[in-house]
Structures are given as C-alpha cells and as structure tokens.
C-alpha cells in the first residue's frame, strides 16, 4: 500500500521549516511521497495578508522541486469556498482508495483539532503524525492523545522535530522591510519573492 504524507497550510508563504518537517515525516515513517496542499480559502485566517492562491501554488512548486518525493496538489487553491481538511482528506482517498495517508502536523495542533469541521472524518481517514520539538512529551499531550484515541479512533504517533525559529510572518516583515531571507526559504523561493516584491504590495 503506498504510504502518503499530506502537509497542508496557508504557505505564506513556504519556508524551509515545513521543507524539514516534510522530509522529517517522510524518512520517519518509510513513507513513499509527501504531498504539499497549499489551502484555498482557510475560515480561520485573515484574508488581507494572504497572497492569492495561484501565486502560493506556484511558490510552493518552487520549494518542491528539489526533493523528488514532494509533490504538490492544487486541490484546496481550485476548490471554491472555505477550505476543510475532511473534505480534501476525502478527495484524495477517492481518487486513491488503497493509499494510507499520513496527516502531518505540529504536536499543538492536537489540541485544536477537535474545533475543525468534521474532526471524526480527519481521524477515521488518517493516521496522525504530531511533531513533537525536541522529542519532548509532557502529560498534557500524552492526556489530550488518549482522549482523542478514545473519542475518535486516532492513530497519532510522534515525530521528532527539530527546533527551527522560522516564521512565515517574520519572512512576510523581511521581505516588506527589504531584508535578506537566505537560508530561511529556498534559494528558488527568494529570488522569486526578491524578484517579484509581492510582500511589499500587500
């Protein structure tokens, strides 16, 4: 069965900690491709600071294009309306039902979950892969992993993770003040967002 990894979010844009987390998962857990779902239209976000999906789209593709096993979806960027994880979740596992996905996500999102449309369906069609930094697990996460397991069903393993102090908003100020973001994204994705100076427009 092949095993895919999804790690969805707004990618305002990509940076090089998401490229990590990805390849962190990916080597972690044996799993064959790791897919990158840039969102559409995300109900939990502010819209004023978010580039359109079409560009998000084309900055993730640079970021991906480096590692063979990545590979991105437009999937949530051509859906109309909010975007929800269940409904994507469910798309994909339509259009290949004998894949296992691996949803990847940081270990606080755990404790967030349960307020997404549909949390049961994320749960039943996934196996969580909850990245913990440091590899550090305090009984509030071991408490609130239980309590999912029991209400829902959830397969949550652990992932370690490495502590990188990257931000997608600190990147968005860098780029509106003029400052560098070597090394924080990759090179492709700078001279991209240096070239195009779409961040100073916003």
């Known amino acids: 069965m092949k095993k895919t990894g999804i790690l969805g979010g707004t990618f305002n844009p990509i940076h090089n900690g998401h490229l990590l987390l990805a390849e962190t998962a990916r080597q972690y857990c044996g799993l064959d491709e790791i897919l990158l779902i840039p969102s559409g239209c995300s109900y939990m976000k502010e819209q004023s600071e978010i580039l359109p999906g079409s560009i998000r789209l084309q900055i993730v593709k ?54 997404w449309k549909s949390p049961e369906i994320i749960f039943k069609n996934t196996v969580t892969l909850a990245a913990v930094r440091d590899g550090f697990l305090d009984d509030k996460l071991n408490d609130q992993t239980r309590y999912l397991a029991d209400k829902y069903g959830a397969d949550i393993r652990f992932l370690p993770s490495l502590h990188m102090e990257i931000s997608s908003t600190d990147i968005r100020n860098r780029c509106r003040r003029g400052n560098s973001i070597r090394y924080l994204v990759p090179e492709s994705v700078r001279l991209f967002l240096e070239e195009s100076r779409l961040y100073q427009e916003l």
Do not use: C, W
């Not at 096993?69 to 596992?93: A, H, M, P, Q």
């Open 62 to 115: 640079l970021a991906a294009s480096e590692n063979p096993y990545f590979k991105v979806s437009d999937i949530e960027v051509r859906r109309e309306g909010n975007s929800y994880t269940f409904e994507t979740l469910l798309e994909l596992k339509k259009q290949d039902p004998d894949q296992q996905l691996f949803y990847i996500v940081g270990a606080d999102t755990l404790f967030h979950m349960e307020s």
